[in-house]
């Protein structure tokens, strides 16, 4: 009995035989699965990589944006501008929608000055003079401090104690520190004079004779300045205006013998330093400051990490000059704003530029991509340097699959030859091969996907893992600051990535899916 | 033309170019095949009656002449004609079975119909198509083998399985090639016999190469190839 037979074969553009066919083959090619691992490698580290630079990039976005502000206006001037109040209206007249938050602070170059066993350490650094109840709202500051209750609200006064619990390196520190600290460097003072009011009269070389001594009294340097405070000063009671210090201008990390990296520092909460800076006069003088350190800022960037010191905006202010003495109008040198969420930066930064036209006012207007574009911009390169790279090396991939199917449709001529006895047109023939690439590059790049995930997740525990086995740090916390790999996927990644990969092996697989349609059936049915 | 032919070779002339030397295989075939009998060809080997088998099945063209089915030139035609008419026209069986071999029996057994047929269209009618199929591997005795890959199965099985696909699609004619040159007699026994059956109880027209003389005797009627031409006889005449 005839079943109804359709008219045309060319109508039917989907071949049942083909899905079956390619199925079996790659169940039993093991050959051409051998050459999708490549793919399936590729896959997975095109989506490693694109992972860890997104997470990276992004980490370093959220730090670089949190620590630097939407917009900053900054004055030249060394005097600053007067009146940040009467700015923020004219800035408010411009943006006003779209700024949320707003902070005048003072910035200027200081030489940051420690006194370390004796010797005198010397930084430069980058003074900010804070308002400490606005700053939080333009950019993240609180959080990177040390002491718990300073990250959520930022006092300049020393604490008892209780910084950093969760480190168990960091040594104590506040105001039991510096009692004890104190006590001790008046116990030794007394000694010396004991030992000095024994020898007076034996010998007039005192100065030679005080040579040891300055490894625990200030140095020469300082002695001038301000005498008749300290007199009165007590440091066991009392502490010098509060700075916040970036960790690393007074800390080092390095390894110790057994390899652990370890934190030394030269001061810490409850110490007092030294800050030279110019003050705000034509004339410029230099300032010459002592502060009591009352906390310590890690962001984990370096660049802010070891050049930036904290203190409160009115205190620098006053030291600085920047109060005019008859009006009492303060002056400032940068003003941040924070705008809403979703505002358009380089839109406001134009329209602030705008009112504030640089021929007129010595103000740099910048957004924080303006300030960071060099460095996000090398991210980014690298970026797609790395994905062309290991694009080219699925490309690779691809002819180890051309390779591979064109030794399968050898392999299958006797069976390319049946088929078209059967019936089978070249497009059917061709269509089998085609799918057969299509599934091989939907498998391998699948699997290709799954195993790059799991990489992703298990990023971390991989390092340690590697770390463990050949005794190499990968992810050396001296060099980086984060304690993680950060790690983001971007579906979008996912999908270009996958997709290129199919496409890569559907390519390698038209040319012996061609070779097959075009054979002759006569040639390969008698083929051996 | 008589009515009863079913295929026809006329006037086929056909030469093998190697190196640019011209090896003439066929040079001038005149041949009917009648519906319903048993047609015989036998000749020396390279006498080119595979050549000629392959002409009549359009898995190549000849140089010259013409292929008639059903008095209708089918050399020419399309490809898609050519197509449709090896899938469902005709059968075909090989010397060496010419199996699938990652397909099952059974999934041999359908795939001219899968491959006849668009995958909506083979999947709608799926369950019918493998009753059929199954019916067919019942016909040549190997329904118990129905799930056994061809490696896994004899010689004969194989042709029997082989017979059965060119049977699926109930084609008009069936071309064999040496059924039996691969065979032990009493298999290639066998499996003539089936064809016999075949031929006897279905009236299907069958168009056998052979080089068993004890077959072509057999056959209703017999033709001789040599020198590129046939000569056409009683079997026995033939033969002696
Ligand atoms: N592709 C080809 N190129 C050149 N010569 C060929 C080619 N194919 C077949 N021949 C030649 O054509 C002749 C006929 O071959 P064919 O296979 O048709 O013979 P046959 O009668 O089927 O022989 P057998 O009985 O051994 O199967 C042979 O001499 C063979 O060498
Ligand atoms: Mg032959």
Redesign the interface.
Known sequence: MHTDVPQSIESKERYMYRWLLCFRYLRTRYIALASIISVTLGVATLIVVNSVMAGFSAEMHERLHGLASDILIECHASGGMPDPEGHLKEIMKVCGEDVVGSSASVHVPAMLGIDFNGQLITRHVNFVGLDPATYDDVSHFGRYLLHPKNQSQVNFDLREDGFAPDREQFPSSGWGYRRARVAYERALAEEQARIDALRAPASSITNEDAGPSLAIGPPQIFEESNKEEITEFDPAVEQFPGIILGISTCSARMRDEENNVRDHYYCRPGDDVRMMFPNASDNAKVVNQKFTVVDMYESGMSEYDSTFAFCRLDQLQEFRGMIDPSSQVRSVTTIQLKLAAGADLNAVRDALRRRFPPNVYAYNIQTWRDMQGPLLAAVKLETTILNILLFLIIAVAGFGILATFFMIVVEKTRDIGTLKALGASGGGVMSIFLSYGLLLGFVGSGAGLIGGLLFVDHINEVATLIEKITGQEVFDPTVYYFTEIPTIIHPFTLVWVMAGAVAIAIFASVLPALRAARMHPVKALRFE | MNSDTVLRAQDVYKSYHKDRIEVPVLRGINFDVTTGLVTALVGRSGSGKSTLM?LL?T??QPDRGEIQFQGKRIDNAS??RR??????DIG?I?QFY??????SAI?NVL?????????????R?RK??KK?AEAMLDRVGLLHRASHKPAEMSGGEMQRAAIA?ALM??PTLLLADEPTGNLDTETGLDILKLLTELNQDDGLTILMITHDDSIAESADCCHRMQDGQLQQGIPELLIA
């Open positions: 392959h099945a898995l190549d490809r898609s197509d449709r008419y090896r899938n469902h075909i090989f010419h199996l699938l071999p990652e397909l999934e795939a001219p119909t899968m491959i006849g047929r668009s995958a909506w269209n083979f999947f009618h019918e198509a059929r696909r699609t109930d």
